[in-house]
């Protein structure tokens, strides 16, 4: 092994680089600048190497090596010489030199022997494993274990065990992997290594993330990003893990800023091209999964030119098979197309690639489009294979493969029975998920399959059938529980400092003093509030999804359901209510319509607050010539069907927010909205519940919340209890007090400024005394509130989120028990508010139902322009 004189100083510097970098760093520099002899130079110079390495400044890292190399030749010592010339190795490789790496690495191999050759294989392993040879990869390891073991090196087993536990998962073997991740860690604790341990927690999450359990990988991921961030290094594999993770759960979006924000770091200090090649693959599939294939196509062909370069096989034909889904993502696909996806199927199978089922399945959707289907037929059923075992995704997309095939051969019942399997899974996926947030966005897996059943029910112009697959896309919210999160004090404390910064934050904008600091505090604690409620477990009990047609019309009435169904970027009104049979009436097409309501909301802001050259009366007739457009592009011909009956809507998530009381066929008309005509059935059957009243008044309001103090003021005018209501503000409306008077209300009115995010839907808040109240607090709620009014700001907004679901203020809400909210869908006048709430509650005293008062209360406006357009703005959310 390699020569360390025994009173040098420098003995200890090869182990301090992987757990105290900074103090290697600097004890090695501080012995170079005393003078020391060739062979101890050389490991002070190999010490900074491995350091600069880690910190990811390749350039440096291969100088300093190449130092070390000239100085162990110097020293006489062939051992010491093949030591660093194996280090030389890894960092050439690293820096994208792979032959030179490659051969200098064999080199070593060849000079070495005993423990110093097990120490090289290691090394030589770990290369070929992040070249993809990992057969090859697998032998040398191998043996590196048994020399290590038999000479007791318990750090250098440790990580060869590490290198070894991931080719297992690279050959499908989680087991083995397991058993040397556990040893590792162990075998790391015991030799205090910090960098290393770190890396071992990262370990344990990529394999948690492998056997299905996100919550635990992306605890791991976080833990290990915060010790990484306290040791000062970064490792580029993380985020490539943590990418992995956020597209699992859904976040394609945010998973692809991280990877960017990764590759642009890496270019600024320089950083290993090896990695940089890694990272361009992984934001290639954040930006498919995203729905931006242009993006994705840039990164994709980046990725295969630099795994080219770099002599990595096994990494460019997965980049190929990326680039492949992008070119069909992109579309039309072509011959050309068909045969490199093909081809890629062919090598990954070679490679035993765990990615094989994926390829089959994208080599099958290509054949489809060029109605090649037996050639489809041959890669479908290879890909449908992957539906008998293995992770709920994996299992998803084999089910997707089966669909396809289905269709194929003109199978209905196949079609229908694989459709459904492949949503099964999704949601017992989606059970063991501890967060709203990642729940709702995990059901985006299930997009394909929904998607394609609903095109199938079209097909066939059965109604009825697209009406309950419709239903099943949208179960999310009814077949898993509520979130409930546990007493997380961590958690707590988080929201209750985010309060803290955030109000000083106001104070400071409001006296013109510097924000930047407090901004990003505000940021930090965000994220860290957000990042523990991921790390939630769920294990819920899933409840069979069943949608009773005869019931929903016994329910409705006289009603009529208004389902809107987006097929293949078209809206499609299913139109359900009395004996007959439901009927399906075309629309527009939803992209249309979701511009056509941005203009609506935004002429309904100007009027609401003054800011237009137009006169209050022009801005109306405006309006009224969009909502009739709105109309044609939303309901079609449908609207001739209402007649004068009540209506319940069901839109898709994408038009969550559409001010429905505008649109000429439903002014003057009682209308709810329901995230699904089987949350509405369930929330008609809520038995009432609730007692008491509470009237809650948020800071800020120009109004100063008046129709509160007007109601706590005439008690008389709130119907059904006896005892006083419960009235807090000026103070007293502290997030603790409102969510302990909200808890069980029959009734609670809360007036607050509201603050809709869609960068984090669950950090939508409304400003109470002490700071916002999010959604992750109203989640803490025991018994919610029976009905809700929210009088201020766009506080009825959500965000569209995995299968059609959403996420938001009101439908948070909802899902946990509440049956109907009246809210706003735009940022409304806080002093026109006013009148219209205490209308509002006259009409709940004298016994209407929360849509009826609702209808009844905007018919009072008494034809004023700001009064009727706040009116518009405000629906009614689930039953009433």
Known sequence: ???????????????????????????????????????????????????????????????????????????????????????????????????????????????????????????RGGVLLALGEHRAALSDLNTAIAVLRLEGDLLWEARARTERAFCALALGSVRSAVTDLGRAEELFARTGQELE???????????????????????????????????????????????????????????????????????????????????????????????????????????????????????????????????????????????????????????????????????????LALGRTGEAEEHLGVAAGARRGGPALSRTAGWLAEALRAEAAGDHRRLMRACRRGLELINEYRATLGSSELRAQAGAHGAELAGLAQRHALRLNRPRLLLSWSERWRAGALVIPPVRPPDDEELQADLAAMRMVTSRLAEAQAQGLPTAALRREQLRLERAARDRARRAHGGDRIVPFSFDLPRLRDELGDRLLLELVDVAGELHVLVCGGAGPVRMVAAGRTEQAGRQVDLVRFSLTRLAHGRSTLTPAQLLGQLDA??????????????????????????????????????????????????SAAFWLRARGTRAQGTGVALIRGPGLPSEGAEVAHLAREPDSLSGDARPPVVLGGGTATVARVLEAM??????????????????????????????????????????????????????????????????????????????????????????????????????????????????????????????????????????
């Open 1 to 123: 092994m390699a020569a360390e004189p025994a009173d040098s100083g420098t003995t200890e510097l090869l182990s301090l680089a992987l757990s105290r970098p900074y103090e290697a760093l600097e004890r090695a520099r501080d012995l170079l600048a005393a003078g020391l002899p060739p062979a101890e130079a050389s490991v002070a110079r190999q010490a900074i190497g491995i350091v600069l390495r880690e910190f990811g400044d390749i350039g440096a890292a291969v100088e300093e090596l190449r130092a070390a190399r000239g100085l162990a030749r110097a020293s006489g010592s062939p051992e010491r010489e093949a030591d660093v010339l194996a280090t030389l190795g890894v960092a050439l490789v690293f820096a994208g030199r792979t032959a030179s790496g490659r051969n200098a690495l064999n080199a070593a191999a060849q000079r070495s022997a005993g423990l110093l050759r097990g120490r090289i294989l290691l090394r």
């Open 197 to 367: 341990s770190v890396d071992a927690i990262v370990h344990r999450g990529v394999l948690a993330h492998r056997i299905g359990d996100l919550p635990a990988a992306l605890s791991c991921f976080d833990t290990a990003a915060e010790r990484y961030a306290r040791l000062g290094a970064a490792d580029p594999a993380l985020s490539v893990h943590r990418c992995a993770a956020l597209l699992a759960a859904g976040l394609a979006e945010e998973a692809l800023g991280e990877a960017d924000a990764e590759i642009d770091r890496l270019e600024r200090v320089h950083g290993a091209p090896l990695k940089r090649a890694e990272l361009l693959l992984t934001a290639a599939e954040c930006a498919l999964a995203a729905g931006r294939a242009p993006a994705a196509l840039d990164r994709a062909r980046a990725a295969v030119r630099l795994f080219e370069r770099q002599r990595r096989p096994w990494w460019r034909v997965h980049a190929r098979l990326v680039l492949a889904q992008a070119q069909f993502a992109a579309g039309p696909p072509n011959e050309a197309l068909l045969r490199d996806a093909a081809r890629c199927a062919r090598e990954l199978a070679a490679l035993s690639s765990s990615r094989l089922p994926l390829s089959r399945l994208v080599a099958g959707q290509i054949a």
């Open 626 to 675: 969009a909502g009739q457009e709105l109309e044609r592009l939303l309901l079609g011909d449908a609207v001739r069907l209402l007649g004068d009956r009540e209506v319940v809507i069901v839109p898709p998530g994408r038009l969550q927010a559409v001010p429905w009381a505008l649109l000429p066929g439903l002014r003057g008309r009682v209308v709810s909205v329901a995230p």
């Open 743 to 880: 808890d069980g209300a029959r009734l609670a009115h809360i007036a607050a400024h509201g603050d809709f995010r869609t960068d984090s839907p669950l950090l939508s808040s409304l400003r109470v005394d002490d700071g916002p109240l999010t959604v992750y607090d109203l989640e803490r709620i025991h018994r919610a509130p029976r009905q809700v009014v929210l009088s201020s700001c766009d506080s009825g907004r959500a965000h569209p989120a995995g299968a059609d679901e959403l996420l938001g203020l009101a439908v948070s809400l909802m899902r946990l028990g509440t049956t109907g909210i009246v809210a706003s869908v735009v940022p409304v006048n806080d002093v026109a508010v006013v009148p219209l709430m205490i209308a509002l509650h006259r009409e709940l005293r004298a016994g209407a139902s929360l849509p009826a008062a609702l209808r009844d209360a905007g018919r009072a406006t008494g034809g004023d322009p700001v009064a009727t357009a706040t009116a518009w703005s405000f629906l009614c959310l689930g039953a009433g």
